[in-house]
């Protein structure tokens, strides 16, 4: 493991996603897990996130459309909050839907308006 590319991407994945989210991801690995959750800090986190050249707001708006198009609406929610924690708006949100809805099928934008609007009403109230 690179520890300095590790260290790095904990502070992004902690920056988009929340420490405590983190932590708790953390907290929860054993042994079994523990290697996989390493591995993602360091090279999603560390790597991925932590090359500069797209800014996070990119790279969160970029995440909504692939997780949506594979359907991995637990993992969609999750970053959704972490482009809420990059700057994206609500206006951006509606519009990455509506791409969604174009090249992934409305059913998939249904699911990500569902998730989004509790999602910022819980935010708003």
Not at 22 to 32: G, N
Not at 43 to 62: H, I, P, Q, V
Not at 93 to 108: F, K, L, W
Request: glycine share 8%.
């Amino acid at each position: 493991m690179d520890k300095d590319r590790f260290e790095k991407g904990l502070a992004v994945r902690k920056s988009v996603l929340g420490a405590e989210h983190v932590e708790k991801m953390f907290a929860a690995a054993d042994d079994f897990t523990l290697p996989f959750q390493e591995m993602l800090t360091e090279y999603c986190w560390g790597f991925g996130w932590g090359d500069e050249t797209l800014d996070a707001k990119t790279r969160s708006l970029m995440n909504l459309t692939m997780i949506a198009a594979l359907n991995r609406m637990h993992e969609w929610e999750l970053h959704l909050n972490g482009a809420i924690n990059n700057g994206v708006s609500k206006d951006e949100i509606r519009a990455v839907i509506h791409q969604i809805g174009i090249y992934c099928g409305a059913p998939a934008a249904m699911t990500c308006f569902r998730i989004a609007k509790r999602v910022l009403d819980e935010k708003s109230g």
